[in-house]
C-alpha cells in the first residue's frame, strides 16, 4: 500500500484522532507470519504532526472498516478509556450461511482462548469471558443472510465464534465454520463507528463502505447502494 492510498482511506480526521477504512487482508500488527502489516505504514498519516497515529483498538486481518486512530500520547488514553467503558459504539455488517431462529435477537456467551499445537482459536466456554453480541436481520437470500451485528464486549473473534456457534458462520470463515467456497474472503465489515467527543458535543459517527468482495452477496440478499 503505497501512503498516497493508505491516506484516501481516512474517513474522518480531527485534532485528536483518525479514522481509516482499514483494507480486509491486511493486519494491523507485525507477527511471525506476518510482516507487512498497518502499523508499519502509519507515518503516511502524520498529516503535518511529529508522531506518527497509534492503535488504539484492532480489526482482524481479513476484517474491513473503521478502525480509530490515535494521533498523539494524550489522545491514546482517552480514546483507551473510551474503548474500555464501551462508550464507543461499534456496528458490523456480515453476510452468514444460514439464518438466525429470529429476526433480532441477543447472543450472550462466554468465550475463551485456547491453544493448540497447530495454533489457537476462541471456543464458547461457560467459564470465559463475558461476551454479548446483539444481531438484526437486514436481508436474506438463497440460505444466505445480511446481518447488522452490534458487540457490547470486545473479545477476540467474538462475532465470528458467536456466529458460528448459532448455527450461522460468517461466509468465507476458515477458522469457525465451513465456506461455500476456500476462495471466498470474509465476509465480515466494521461498517460504522460512534464516538463521543465530550465537552458538550454530540458524538460523531463514521462510516465505510462495504468491501468490493461482499458487494455480489450483499446485494444478493437485498443492500443497494
Partial sequence: MTPQELQARVLYRDNTMLVIDKPAGLAVHPGPRTQES????????????????????????????????????????????????????????AVVEGEPPATEGVIDQPLAKITRKDGWRVVPDPAGQHAVTRYRVLGAQGGSCWLELRPETGR???????????????????VYGPSTSPATRLH???????????????????????PAHMLRALQACGWSD
Avoid: N
Avoid at 503535518?48 to 490515535?70: I, K, N, Q
Avoid at 494521533?71 to 478509556?81: D, F, I, Y
Avoid at 477476540?156 to 476458515?174: E, N, W
Avoid at 465480515?188 to 462495504?210: C, D, E, K, V
Fill in 38 to 93: 498497518l502499523e508499519r505504514h502509519l507515518g503516511a498519516l502524520r498529516f503535518g504532526l511529529r508522531e506518527a497515529p497509534r492503535l488504539v483498538h484492532r480489526l482482524d486481518r481479513d476484517t474491513s472498516g473503521c478502525l480509530v486512530l490515535a494521533r498523539h500520547a494524550k489522545a491514546v488514553r482517552r480514546l483507551g478509556r473510551l474503548f474500555a467503558s464501551a462508550q464507543v459504539k461499534k456496528t458490523y455488517w
Fill in 156 to 174: 477476540t473473534h467474538q462475532l465470528r465464534v458467536h456466529c458460528a456457534s448459532a448455527a450461522m458462520p460468517v461466509l468465507g470463515d476458515p
Fill in 188 to 210: 465480515l465489515h466494521a461498517s460504522s463507528i460512534t464516538i463521543p467527543l465530550g465537552g458538550g458535543r454530540a458524538p460523531i459517527t463514521i462510516t465505510a463502505p462495504p
